[in-house]
């Protein structure tokens, strides 16, 4: 499952944009301030509305005054997601649109629609279809003998109308689409990786699935993947023994008292180093490594300026490592400020941000065709970024 397109209108500094053909690994670029950031936050916000409500989770970021583009604030925000998934042996373009009107200082669902294209032939089929609490679901939405017409709709009223519809149907297997983009919605993640959140020992007790968004339960995946998936654990320490000098090993070690550090290993000297003491960049690309040969990925994950303590020489592996990760079935969008990570990424992976007049439009390599000439002549990303040949993207 892939995220194809994303349509936003008046989401903070996303006026109105629309990105197509979202590749499996995409690259944004832009200037401090052209919403970068937000981009991302457009997945946490939605995850929000689905855990709690539409409500929430616009008062949380400050209100439906602060969210909304400025100057719209009489106008609806709107969020469209096109993704492709499987319904009965057959690969469909599913497309999820949410509109939010401010009614009286409320923030409510003006219209949730969940739609697509039954047949090759007609017009993409609304299989669930709401405004203010109130509408239809389609309960036997795989049942491709029946036609259009003679599917089964239920009337659905929920509880309030700051509440999502896929939060419910979402649920039951038998709203397949609802289900299938709940899931990806609620499994989307964002590193925000603190490098001293990752150090120090961690208690022990627990089960670590994935690396959580800070790093701060470092220790126990490391721990996981070394007893779990011992072959993933040696592939890693060998990635980290050829991109960090000094490193020879590196162990999960239980303390005493109940707890979990990691020890690394230099081939140096007879004692070993606790991770409070290892360089800011071995813990993070020990972290990230970790996280990228995750052996289930997450569907959907978005990474901020990875390059951060990094060796610029280790950004080009860094880079084909998320491109991996992503073909493995997990989406990944990343933004940075590096020119070496650009250098390892495509052209069609390519996007950037300009802002103009208080609004961000987001513009595509591929569709440049000066870019696209260049590259074909074998220049490299970062390079044609660093020489001013991404138009508008230099603050400057
Ligand atoms: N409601 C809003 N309307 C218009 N612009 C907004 C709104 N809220 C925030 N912004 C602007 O959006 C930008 C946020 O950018 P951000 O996503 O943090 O950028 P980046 O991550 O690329 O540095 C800031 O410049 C901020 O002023
Ligand atoms: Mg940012």
């Not at 339960?217 to 007893?227: C, G, T």
Request: one cysteine or more; proline letters at 4%.
């Amino acid at each position: 499952m892939r995220i194809e397109s994303i349509r936003i209108k008046n989401f903070r500094v996303f006026q109105d944009i629309t990105i197509r053909e979202i590749p499996p690994f995409c690259v944004i670029v832009g200037a401090n301030g052209t919403g970068k950031s937000t981009l991302f936050q457009v997945f946490g916000f939605l995850k929000d509305c689905l855990t709690y409500n539409v409500g929430a989770a616009i008062q949380s970021r400050g209100g439906f005054n602060e969210l909304i583009s400025r100057g719209r604030e009489t106008e609806n925000m709107e969020i469209e997601l096109q993704f492709r998934m499987e319904i009965s042996k057959a690969e469909r373009l599913v497309t999820y649109f949410l509109e939010i009107t401010n009614q009286d200082g409320k923030p409510q669902v003006a219209r949730e629609i969940l739609r697509y294209k039954r047949g090759s032939a007609g017009s993409p089929y609304h299989f669930l279809d709401f405004s203010f609490g109130k509408g239809k679901a389609v309960v036997n939405e795989d049942d491709f003998n029946k036609t259009d017409e003679e599917l089964t709709k239920e009337q659905q009223e929920l509880d309030k109308a700051d509440i999502l519809a896929i939060k419910g149907l979402g649920q039951f297997q038998k709203f397949k689409a609802a289900n299938a983009f709940r899931q990806l919605i609620e499994n989307w993640y964002v590193s925000d990786f603190h490098i001293n959140l990752a150090r120090g020992s961690k208690d022990a007790a627990g089960y670590a699935d994935h690396l959580s968004i800070t790093g701060d339960n470092l220790q126990l995946v490391a721990n996981r993947i070394f007893s779990e998936h011992n072959e993933i654990f040696n592939r890693v320490i060998d990635l980290m023994k050829m991109r960090v000098p000094g490193v020879s090993t590196i162990e999960p070690e239980p303390t005493k008292d109940g707890r979990l550090l990691l020890k690394f290993q230099d081939g140096s000297f007879k004692d070993p180093f606790i991770d409070k003491y290892v360089s800011d960049g071995t813990i993070k690309m020990f972290a990230y490594l970790l996280l990228l040969y995750d052996p289930s990925p997450h569907p959907l994950l978005c990474v901020e300026e990875p390059e951060n303590q990094l060796y610029p020489r280790l950004l080009w592996e860094l880079a084909e490592e998320f491109r991996a990760y992503a073909n493995r079935g997990g989406q990944v969008f990343v933004s940075t400020h590096s020119p070496d990570f650009l250098n390892a990424v495509r052209l069609e992976e390519v996007f950037w941000l300009v802002k103009k007049s208080g609004f961000s439009k987001v513009m595509r390599a591929k569709e440049d065709s000066q870019l696209a000439a260049y590259m074909s002549e074998g220049d490299q990303m970062g390079y044609l970024w660093e020489h001013g040949f991404f138009e508008g993207a230099d603050p400057r």
